[in-house]
């Protein structure tokens, strides 16, 4: 569920543009706060559907899963507990607590 919720995605500034038009093709408006350095923010809170734009709410899938945002295809950088596409990342070593 992390295209869901209270959630910022953060775009690039070279993705800005991209995500509204992708959003215009798919019929669906996003919602993208301008931050200082020209990137974006996407709040999935103040989106319609409380999700991110891109979702297709019915099937979760991302509906432009090719190009998607940077930060998407990076995602996830380290495993998280129960979320199943993280799995595959081999955690963390434990720190040595010899004294
Ligand atoms: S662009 Fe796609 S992968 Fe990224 S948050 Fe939106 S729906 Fe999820």
Not at 52 to 64: F, V, Y
Not at 69 to 88: D, L, M, Q, T
Request: charged content about 30%; glycine content about 10%.
């Amino acid at each position: 569920m992390c295209c869901r919720g209270p959630i910022i995605l953060r775009l690039d500034p070279d993705e800005v543009t991209g995500f509204y038009r992708a959003a215009a093709g798919l019929g669906t408006e996003a919602r993208v706060s301008r931050a200082p350095d020209g990137g974006g923010n996407v709040l999935f809170l103040d989106q319609p559907g409380e999700h991110c734009p891109m979702l297709d709410s019915a099937t979760s899938a991302c509906r432009i899963y090719d190009r998607r945002p940077r930060v998407c295809r990076e995602f996830p950088r380290k495993r998280e507990p129960g979320c199943a596409i993280s799995e595959w990342i081999t955690p963390e070593p434990e720190p040595d607590q010899t004294p």
